[in-house]
C-alpha cells in the first residue's frame, strides 16, 4: 500500500474514532435542527394567541371622551389574533391600575392631537411585537391621510379607487422559463453558505496545525521520517483531516434532515392542518434537495385559507434556490479553501515547537479570512459589483465570497474560473508548504522569524 | 565487506558547516561507534544516513552500491530525540510504523507479536502510549526500531533514561541482532558501553573526523607507557631506589598498601618490573590502558586548541 494512503487512513481513523468527533456529529445536527425548527415555532406558539387591545382616547384637553365624541373608533381593523375594544370616557390610569385583571394585551392611548403632533402610545406590561405596532401605526397613518384628503373635499371613492398597494416581485429568467425569487432568502443562505465555510476552514485547518505540532513536540516526527518523505506525511495529513472534514458535514446535513424531517412528519400526524408549522419545515425540506413532502402536507396545502397565500408566496420563492448546485458549490469551495489553508496551516505548525508560539504567523491566514468575512456584507447587497467578482476570484477570499454570491445564480464560467483559480493556488501553496515544512519539523527549540521561514524556502535537501 | 560507506561528505546550513569531507566505512557485522560532543555533527550525518537530508557534496553506498530511496527499508533508527503518538494504543501504533517501513499487514501483525511476547508486554497491546512509562515506551520504540529486520541498525544514545536491568537487555538485544548479521552503528557518549559494545569508532569534532578506526588499536595508540605497580613496603624504598630511566607519575597509600603510577622514559615494562622487583615487595603490575573516555577528552581537546 502506497505510503501516503497510510498516513491518510491514521489520520482519518484516529480523529474519527475519538469523542469529541461523534459529540460534534450530534450535537452539530441538533443545533442545526433547533436553528430552523424553534423560531418557527415560537412565532406559531405566539400567533395562536388572540390578543385584545384597550383604545382609550383623550381629548386635546386631555379628557377622556364619551363614545360619540370618538374619532378612531374601528380605525383599526383586526387580524387573526388581534382585536381592538374602544372604550368610551375611560381614564388611562383606570386601565393601568385594573391591568392584570382586565386581560388586555396592551393599552392603546391616542390623544386626539395626533392629527398634528402625530403621535400615540402603547402601554403593556411586555413588550409588544414589532408587528402590532407596524398593524397600528399603519391604520392610523391610513385613516388620518384619509381624512386629511377628505379636508380638500375629495370623494371617498377617488380616494379609494386612487390608493394602490404595490409590491415589486423578483423574477429570474431561467432556461425553463420564469422563476419566482427572493433576494432576502438568497442573502440570508449566502451568508450562512459563507460563514460555515468560514468557520470549517479554521476548525480543520487548526486541526492539521496542531497535529503537526503534536507530531513535532512528541518527536515521533523523527521516527516516521525515516520511512515517510515530509511531502507525504504532510500531504496525508492534509488529506486525512479534509475526509474527517466531509465525513463530518455530510454527517451533519444528513442528520439534520433527519431530525427536521422527524419533527416535522410527527407535528403533521398531531395536528394537519396546523398553518403555521408549515414554514421552517418546508424552507428546510427543500433545502435538502427538494425532498417531495408527505401526503398530510400536501392536504393542509390545498386546505389553506387566502389569507395564506403570503405563505405560500415564500415556499415558492425558497424552492426557487437551486440548492443541489448550492450544496455541490459548498463541498467544492470548502475543499479549495480548506486545503489552500491547510498547507498554510501545516507551514505554521512545522515552525514552531508549540501550539501557544503561534500567534506570531497566524496573520497572513486570519487576516484573509476575516476581510473576506467582513466584505461578505457588501458582496450580498451587490453580487454583480467589480469588487465583488474580484473577490470572489482571489483564491484567499474567494471559497467564503463565493459562497455568498452562489445563491444569486452568477455565470457558471465565474465558479469555474474562481474554482480554477482557488485549486491551482493550492497546488502551489503546498509546494511552497512543503519546503518549509520539511525543514521546520526537525527544528527544535528556536525562535523562529518570517525572514527563517523565508530562508526555509530555498533550502536544499 | 564494507555495509555502508560514506565518502567525503559536506553539509552546510545557512549559516554554519555542518559536515567537513567527512568520509566513515562501516564493517559489515560490526558495532559501530560514532562518537563526539554536542553539536558536532553526529545528528546530521545520521540523518543523511537515513536520507531525512542529503549531502551537499559526496557519496554514499549501501551494500557495494550507491544509497536508494528504498534503502531505508533496510535501515532501523532509534533518534536520540524520540517518541510516539500519544493518543495511540500501543499495538496498532507498532504496526502502523512497521508497514511505513514496507511491511504487509500480516507481516507487521505477526513480528509485532512476536517481539511483545518476547518482552512479555502482550498486555499493553490495547494501551494507549500515555499509559506507559518513559522506561516502557522506549522498549515500544526499540521494537519499532529493530521490526522490520533491517540489515543496518542505527542507535542514538540508545541506553539513555532506561534502567540498569532494561539497559542491559537491551544491550544483549543488540548483540544479538549483531550476532544474526545486522550491523549497527551506535552514537552515543557513555564510553564505557562503547568500549563495551563496539569495533570500530569514528570521532567527530566540529564537523570534522578527527579519530577513527579499531579501537583496541586506538587505545593501544593513546598507550603513554605508564604502569600501576601495588606494593607493600615503605613509599622510600621505591622513590630512592628506582632507576632515571622510570619516573613516578603519581604515588599513594590505599587501603594499607601503596600504588604507584610510573611511566618509562626509556626501556620496556619488563625493564620495570625487574627494578621494582629489587625495590619493593610487588603485589600487581599492569599496563595503563587508556579508556575511551580519555582519549575521547585528550583528543577533542588538542582538536581544539588547534582550531
Known amino acids: ?461 | 565487506m564494507d555495509l555502508f560507506v560514506a565518502e567525503n561528505i559536506s553539509k552546510r546550513f545557512s549559516n554554519h558547516l555542518a559536515l567537513e569531507d567527512v568520509s566513515v566505512i562501516i564493517p559489515q557485522g560490526s558495532i559501530y561507534g560514532l562518537l563526539g560532543p554536542n553539536g558536532a555533527g553526529k545528528t546530521t550525518l545520521l540523518r543523511i544516513v537515513n536520507q531525512i537530508t542529503g549531502p551537499d557534496t559526496g557519496e554514499l553506498f549501501f551494500n557495494g552500491r550507491k544509497l536508494k530511496a528504498d534503502d531505508v527499508y533496510n535501515i532501523g533508527y532509534l533518534p536520540e530525540e524520540r517518541g510516539l503518538y500519544r493518543k495511540m494504543k500501543v499495538g496498532e501504533q507498532v504496526v502502523y510504523l512497521s508497514r511505513l517501513k514496507g511491511l504487509s499487514k500480516n507481516d507487521a501483525l505477526q513480528k509485532s507479536k512476536y517481539w511483545f511476547e518476547k518482552f512479555q508486554i502482550e498486555d499493553w497491546w490495547g494501551k494507549k502510549v500515555e499509559e506507559l512509562s518513559k522506561g516502557m515506551q522506549q522498549k515500544i520504540q526499540f521494537i519499532i526500531t529493530v521490526l522490520h529486520e533491517p540489515e543496518l541498525l542505527i542507535f542514538d544514545e540508545p541506553f539513555s533514561g532506561f534502567d540498569p536491568i532494561n539497559a542491559n537487555l537491551l544491550k544483549n538485544e543488540i548483540l544479538d541482532l549483531r550476532n544474526q548479521g545486522a550491523t549497527v552503528i551506535f552514537s552515543t557518549h557513555n564510553m564505557s558501553s562503547v568500549e563495551e559494545l563496539c569495533s570500530d569508532i569514528s570521532l567527530i569534532n566540529r564537523s570534522k573526523i578527527i579519530l577513527e578506526g579499531n579501537i583496541q588499536s586506538i587505545r593501544s595508540q593513546y598507550k603513554s607507557n605508564t604502569f600501576k605497580v601495588v606494593f607493600s613496603d615503605d613509599q622510600e624504598k621505591l622513590t630512592k631506589g628506582l632507576t632515571d630511566s622510570f619516573s613516578i607519575v603519581e604515588i599513594k597509600h590505599k587501603q594499607g598498601l601503596n600504588e604507584a603510577l610510573i611511566q618509562l622514559n626509556v626501556g620496556t615494562g619488563n625493564e620495570l618490573l625487574k627494578n621494582l622487583v629489587s625495590l619493593v615487595h610487588v603485589i600487581s603490575f599492569q599496563e595503563v590502558i587508556p579508556g575511551m573516555n580519555d582519549i575521547f577528552i585528550q583528543v577533542v581537546e588538542q582538536s581544539n586548541l588547534a582550531a
Open chain 1, 1 to 461: 500500500m502506497n505510503k501516503t494512503n497510510l498516513v491518510i487512513k491514521r489520520e482519518y481513523l484516529t480523529r474519527v474514532r475519538k469523542k469529541s468527533f461523534i459529540i460534534m456529529s450530534i450535537l452539530g445536527p441538533l443545533l442545526f435542527a433547533a436553528l430552523m425548527i424553534i423560531p418557527g415555532w415560537l412565532m406559531s406558539l405566539e400567533n395562536k394567541e388572540m390578543r385584545t387591545i384597550a383604545v382609550v382616547e383623550y381629548s386635546t384637553a386631555n379628557k377622556p371622551v364619551p363614545d360619540s365624541l370618538m374619532l378612531f373608533k374601528d380605525v383599526i381593523p383586526e387580524t387573526a389574533y388581534l382585536r381592538f375594544t374602544y372604550l368610551p370616557s375611560t381614564r388611562l390610569e383606570t386601565l393601568r391600575h385594573n391591568f392584570e385583571e382586565s386581560g388586555y394585551y396592551a393599552v392603546l392611548f391616542i390623544p386626539q392631537n395626533i392629527t398634528y403632533a402625530h403621535q400615540a402610545k402603547l402601554y403593556s406590561t411586555k413588550q409588544p411585537g414589532l408587528e402590532v405596532k407596524n398593524h397600528i401605526e399603519s391604520a392610523i397613518e391610513k385613516y388620518l391621510y384619509n381624512l386629511n384628503l377628505r379636508k380638500y373635499d375629495i370623494s371617498l371613492d377617488v380616494i379609494n379607487n386612487a390608493q394602490t398597494n404595490i409590491t415589486v416581485q423578483t423574477i429570474k429568467w431561467t432556461d425553463e422559463g420564469e422563476k419566482r425569487s427572493s433576494t432576502g432568502l438568497s442573502m440570508v443562505v449566502g451568508y450562512a453558505g459563507g460563514f460555515l465555510i468560514y468557520i470549517l476552514i479554521f476548525a480543520f485547518g487548526a486541526q492539521v496545525m496542531r497535529g503537526i505540532v503534536d507530531e513535532k513536540t512528541n518527536r515521533i516526527v523523527e521516527v516516521i521520517i525515516t520511512s515517510v518523505k515530509p511531502f507525504q506525511l504532510m500531504s496525508g495529513k492534509i488529506i486525512g483531516i479534509a475526509l474527517v472534514g466531509l465525513t463530518q458535514i455530510l454527517l451533519w446535513f444528513v442528520l439534520t434532515f433527519g431530525i427536521v424531517q422527524g419533527i416535522e412528519s410527527y407535528v403533521y400526524n398531531q395536528k394537519i392542518p396546523d398553518v403555521e408549522q408549515l414554514k421552517p419545515q418546508d424552507i428546510l425540506s427543500t433545502e435538502m434537495g427538494g425532498v417531495s413532502k408527505n401526503a398530510p402536507q400536501e392536504q393542509a396545502k390545498q386546505e389553506l385559507p387566502s389569507n395564506i397565500a403570503g405563505l405560500d408566496d415564500i415556499l415558492v420563492k425558497i424552492k426557487s434556490l437551486n440548492y443541489t448546485k448550492i450544496l455541490i458549490t459548498f463541498f467544492f469551495f470548502f475543499l479549495g479553501g480548506y486545503l489552500l489553508y491547510a498547507a498554510m496551516f501545516a507551514a505554521i505548525g512545522s515552525a514552531i515547537d508549540t501550539e501557544t508560539d503561534t500567534q506570531q504567523f497566524m496573520l497572513p491566514i486570519t487576516i484573509p479570512l476575516i476581510f473576506a468575512l467582513i466584505t461578505m456584507g457588501y458582496v450580498l447587497n451587490t453580487p454583480e459589483s467589480g469588487l465583488s467578482f474580484w473577490l470572489s476570484i482571489i483564491p484567499f477570499t474567494s471559497p467564503i465570497v463565493m459562497m455568498a454570491r452562489i445563491p444569486f445564480e452568477i455565470p457558471v464560467w465565474q465558479v469555474l474560473l474562481s474554482g480554477i483559480i482557488l485549486y491551482l493556488t493550492f497546488i502551489l501553496m503546498t509546494a511552497l508548504s512543503a519546503k518549509i515544512y520539511r525543514t521546520g519539523i526537525l527544528m527544535y527549540g528556536k525562535k523562529v522569524s518570517y525572514k527563517e521561514l523565508w530562508k526555509w524556502l530555498f533550502y536544499r535537501r
